[in-house]
């Protein structure tokens, strides 16, 4: 068997997997974010609103959140080096699980706050409420719709967007209450939408969490069949069996595999098995969008002994 078989299929995730756009609009998301956090602070000092000082703090978790997204896609653009061959895809993981440990965070300090203003309600400028957190809430929705393209493909970006709908959430709680507030004077409806408002912050992180430990442990992605995937490669002429299978990700849009295929010698010739391999490659990126496979053929079947090769029988 040659050891040197061509390596020609598609990389076109692996050095570019995050495209110009999502760092454009990260930097905007970021700068527009810092606006919303000097408008609610302002807003607080002026209407003495708990609601809106509170809410200036997970702002400014929000403006770190992004930021933590714009250095990870920096991050990702970078060459691989002999040490990081796989590049610094990582790296967006990582900031990704941060910030939805952050999103936990907030909606405790959320769920604190609301009880305590339930306890001691406090007498606010509700009109002042309703106009600052009016302007926090158009300027949180532009920035949603900059960055909510990027999430199916980014997990950094997702928990960055979760962060920006639970700001623009609580926004909307701000504006409610001061409107019922200025009509009413009914000071406790404040932290009771507070209290309706913070599971769906918690759902967000949990979803983040869940993906970015998946991915982490290396574990099959959820979008991928693994046993759809080893019928579609035992369809292709000449493979007779899948064996050693292992498909993981790197990041959400980058997914990889590798597996020894026992080829029948009498329907692949040994010259034939770079078109098999290119086959099966091209095939797992156009169902799967498998990125990058490494396929080992044999002849024989390996050695079943060994602890690397491992036949799935799922």
């Not at 936990?104 to 009880?115: N, Q």
């Not at 306890?119 to 900059?146: A, D, Q, W």
């Not at 991928?224 to 899948?242: C, H, P, R, T, Y």
Request: aromatic content about 8%; glycine content about 4%.
């Amino acid at each position: 068997m040659d050891a040197t078989l061509p390596h020609t299929h598609s990389h076109s995730a692996f050095p570019d997997v995050e495209s110009l756009r999502s760092e454009k609009n990260l930097k905007i998301a970021f700068v527009l974010t810092l606006i919303i956090l000097v408008t609610e602070f302002t807003g607080g000092v002026i209407s003495k609103s708990m609601a809106l000082y509170s809410d200036s703090g997970h702002i400014l978790v929000d403006a770190s959140s992004l930021l933590l997204a714009w250095f990870a896609q920096v991050q990702i653009k970078r060459t691989p080096t002999e040490k990081n061959t796989y590049g610094f895809h990582r790296i967006g993981i990582l900031a990704a699980l941060l910030n939805a440990s952050l999103l936990f965070l907030i909606a405790g300090v959320i769920i604190y706050e609301s009880y305590e203003r339930l306890i001691h309600p406090e007498m606010v400028n509700s009109t002042i409420m309703i106009i600052f957190s009016s302007l926090s809430f158009i300027v949180n929705i532009i920035i949603g719709f900059k960055i909510h393209k990027d999430i199916k493909q980014n997990l950094n970006i997702k928990s960055a967007f979760f962060h920006i709908i639970g700001d623009a959430s609580l926004s909307l709680s701000i504006i409610a209450a001061g409107l019922i507030i200025y009509f009413t004077g009914f000071y406790y409806v404040d932290p009771v939408v507070s209290l309706i408002v913070s599971p769906v912050i918690a759902l967000g992180a949990l979803t983040v969490i869940k993906e970015t430990l998946n991915i982490l442990l290396e574990a099959v992605p959820e979008e991928v069949n693994f046993a759809a995937v080893k019928s579609e490669m035992l369809k292709i002429s000449g493979v007779e069996d899948v064996h050693d299978l292992h498909i993981w990700s790197m990041s959400k849009s980058f997914v990889l595999l590798t597996a020894h295929i026992l080829v029948n010698p009498e329907v692949v010739k040994s010259t034939e098995m770079c078109c098999v391999i290119n086959t099966l490659q091209e095939m797992l990126e156009n169902k799967f969008n498998i990125n990058h496979a490494v396929i080992q053929p044999e002849f024989t079947i390996c050695d079943m002994g060994s602890s690397f090769c491992v036949r799935h029988t799922h």
